[in-house]
């Protein structure tokens, strides 16, 4: 039984000295440093903070069938080198899209002995599937997925609003999460129609391609299906602000949504993306600065639950960087392995804390993924997931550090705060110092039991 100990130990919403007693795969107990039982394996890591793993309720691994654009092997590298010790998987972007079960089990097949952490699956809701929804939630998917606007796969429709209509129902009865993309298409199209002699290197060209009108409408529509499905509402990368008003008010009348927003939401902000900058292309856009202060300030107030990375790469000549048009580019940013110091640099300016971090990273999506009662948590009885992190030390992000297929980033050449020094995998060490244990110990989360595979 070793004790891992720390002067900073995140735990029971403090932030104070303390043992983290674990045996075989779970933590045991979590004592004062001075009660640690004579003759046992002590990790002392002093001043270095010691978090529950970070849970990741947003990533797309691409596997099977796009495993040249990412792949379970290198997603879960970057995911431990990130302080991450569970992910949970989109339905999309893979072949097949996770809206059956078959589909599911050639997941599970793909995953299987190649993850350096725990996984799960988000199972999609597409035009023709509810009937597939319940025997997708027995299976074990976390929840599910749709998109109310093209989702830029052909194999992953959208759902309109008469389609999301028949699936609700369906979604309600399994009790799981609805994650929904929420942009409207009319605005966008309408948008769109206004800009084509537009110039598209430009970053303003591609930000009001895409207006908040697009978010709002839909959350609107969101939250008048939840007040009349009762289905549990989640709202993916919410990134413009405007949206908190009527979010907030949701909230006040009990609806049951939650919401995330990502770090490039957090982190950037349109007014320093040069033009022909495409790496910095995901939908929603990043906005303004003051939108992204907005931002901060519903995560303050609980509005925004949690931060998801939205991980979304691809290979790189499908961000069109030779020619710098927005319009072409693929959308996504990948941030597995450096999200946690992103959000660190901008928490550790703004007066909050690591217990922030923990609240937005571990808590939130280990509760939206409904594995809080396993993961996201130092305490007794949860899985030894851990991450030693020291705050102080700042990096230079560079390829080398981001450990995903293709090391393409908007963040490359930034000065980070925070670096994680060690990631334990339910007591198991998968990560230190810049180097894996080549061990794939990850394995899928299901709720029912403690050894899936
Ligand atoms: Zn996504």
Same mark, same amino acid.
């Given at each position: 039984?070793?004790?891992?100990?720390?002067?900073q130990?995140?735990?029971?919403?403090?932030?104070?000295?303390?043992?983290?007693?674990?045996?075989?795969?779970?933590?045991?107990?979590?004592?004062?440093?001075?009660?640690?039982?004579?003759?046992?394996?002590?990790?002392?890591?002093?001043?270095?903070?010691?978090l529950?793993?970070?849970?990741?309720?947003?990533?797309?691994?691409?596997?099977?069938?796009?495993?040249?654009?990412?792949g379970?092997? +290198?997603?879960?590298?970057?995911?431990?080198a990130?302080?991450?010790?569970?992910l949970? !998987?989109?339905?999309?972007?893979c072949?097949?899209? +996770?809206?059956?079960?078959?589909?599911?089990?050639?997941?599970?097949a793909?995953?299987? &002995?190649?993850?350096?952490?725990?996984?799960?699956?988000?199972?999609?809701?597409?035009?023709?599937?509810?009937?597939n929804?319940?025997?997708l939630?027995?299976?074990?998917?976390?929840?599910?997925?749709c998109?109310?606007?093209?989702?830029?796969?052909d194999?992953? &429709?959208?759902?309109t609003?008469?389609?999301?209509?028949?699936?609700l129902?369906?979604?309600?009865?399994?009790?799981l999460?609805?994650l929904?993309?929420a942009?409207l298409?009319?605005?966008?199209?309408?948008a769109?129609?206004?800009?084509?002699?537009?110039d598209?290197?430009?970053?303003?060209?591609?930000?009001?391609?895409?207006?908040? #009108?697009?978010?709002?409408?839909?959350?609107?529509?969101?939250?008048? =299906?939840c007040? #009349?499905?009762?289905?549990?509402l989640?709202?993916?990368?919410?990134s413009?602000?405007?949206a908190?008003?009527e979010?907030?008010?949701?909230?006040?009348?009990?609806?049951?949504v939650?919401?995330?927003?990502?770090?490039?939401?957090?982190h950037?902000?349109?007014?320093?993306?040069?033009?022909g900058?495409?790496?910095?292309?995901?939908a929603p856009?990043?906005?303004?600065r003051?939108?992204?202060e907005?931002?901060?300030?519903?995560?303050?107030?609980?509005?925004?639950?949690?931060?998801?990375? !939205?991980?979304?790469?691809?290979p790189?000549?499908?961000?069109?960087?030779?020619?710098?048009?927005?319009?072409?580019?693929?959308?996504?940013?990948?941030?597995?392995?450096?999200?946690?110091? =992103?959000?660190?640099? #901008?928490?550790?300016q703004?007066g909050?804390?690591?217990?922030?971090?923990?609240?937005w990273?571990?808590?939130?999506p280990?509760?939206?993924?409904?594995?809080?009662?396993?993961?996201?948590?130092?305490?007794?009885?949860y899985?030894?997931?851990?991450?030693?992190?020291?705050?102080?030390?700042?990096?230079?992000?560079? #390829?080398?550090r981001?450990?995903?297929?293709?090391?393409?980033?908007?963040?490359?050449?930034?000065k =980070?705060?925070?670096?994680?020094?060690?990631?334990y995998?339910?007591?198991?060490?998968?990560?230190?110092?810049?180097?894996?244990? &080549?061990?794939?110990?990850?394995?899928?989360?299901?709720? !029912?039991?403690?050894?899936? !595979?």
């Amino acid at each position: 039984m070793p004790a891992f100990v720390s002067q900073q130990v995140v735990t029971a919403g403090r932030i104070q000295p303390a043992a983290i007693l674990v045996e075989g795969e779970e933590i045991l107990s979590v004592v004062p440093p001075n009660q640690v039982p004579a003759g046992i394996e002590v990790h002392d890591f002093g001043q270095a903070a010691i978090l529950p793993g970070l849970l990741d309720s947003h990533v797309h691994i691409n596997d099977p069938g796009r495993t040249d654009w990412e792949g379970f092997e +290198t997603a879960t590298l970057a995911a431990a080198a990130g302080g991450y010790t569970m992910l949970v !998987d989109m339905p999309l972007n893979c072949v097949p899209a +996770t809206t059956s079960v078959p589909a599911l089990e050639e997941k599970r097949a793909a995953a299987l &002995g190649r993850c350096q952490v725990d996984w799960a699956a988000w199972g999609g809701v597409v035009h023709d599937n509810q009937d597939n929804i319940a025997s997708l939630a027995a299976a074990g998917v976390r929840g599910f997925k749709c998109f109310l606007i093209d989702s830029g796969v052909d194999s992953f &429709g959208m759902v309109t609003e008469q389609q999301l209509k028949t699936a609700l129902p369906h979604v309600a009865r399994t009790g799981l999460p609805l994650l929904v993309h929420a942009e409207l298409p009319a605005p966008i199209d309408k948008a769109n129609n206004a800009l084509m002699q537009a110039d598209w290197k430009r970053y303003e060209t591609y930000l009001r391609s895409r207006p908040s #009108e697009a978010e709002l409408s839909a959350v609107r529509l969101l939250l008048s =299906l939840c007040r #009349e499905y009762k289905f549990r509402l989640h709202i993916v990368h919410l990134s413009t602000s405007q949206a908190l008003i009527e979010l907030r008010a949701a909230r006040s009348e009990g609806l049951a949504v939650t919401v995330e927003t990502c770090p490039h939401y957090l982190h950037l902000a349109s007014e320093t993306i040069a033009d022909g900058a495409t790496l910095n292309k995901c939908a929603p856009p990043i906005r303004g600065r003051e939108n992204r202060e907005q931002l901060w300030q519903g995560l303050r107030d609980g509005i925004i639950d949690l931060i998801a990375t !939205d991980h979304s790469p691809c290979p790189p000549h499908m961000k069109h960087l030779d020619k710098g048009t927005f319009k072409a580019a693929w959308g996504g940013i990948a941030s597995l392995s450096i999200a946690l110091p =992103l959000i660190w640099t #901008e928490v550790s300016q703004r007066g909050l804390s690591l217990l922030d971090i923990v609240r937005w990273m571990a808590e939130g999506p280990a509760r939206l993924a409904g594995c809080h009662t396993r993961k996201g948590k130092i305490a007794a009885g949860y899985d030894a997931d851990l991450v030693v992190f020291d705050p102080h030390s700042e990096f230079l992000v560079n #390829e080398q550090r981001l450990y995903y297929r293709h090391p393409v980033s908007p963040y490359l050449g930034e000065k =980070l705060r925070g670096v994680v020094k060690a990631t334990y995998l339910r007591g198991k060490l998968v990560f230190a110092d810049g180097e894996f244990s &080549g061990v794939p110990a990850g394995r899928e989360f299901r709720l !029912d039991s403690r050894m899936s !595979d």
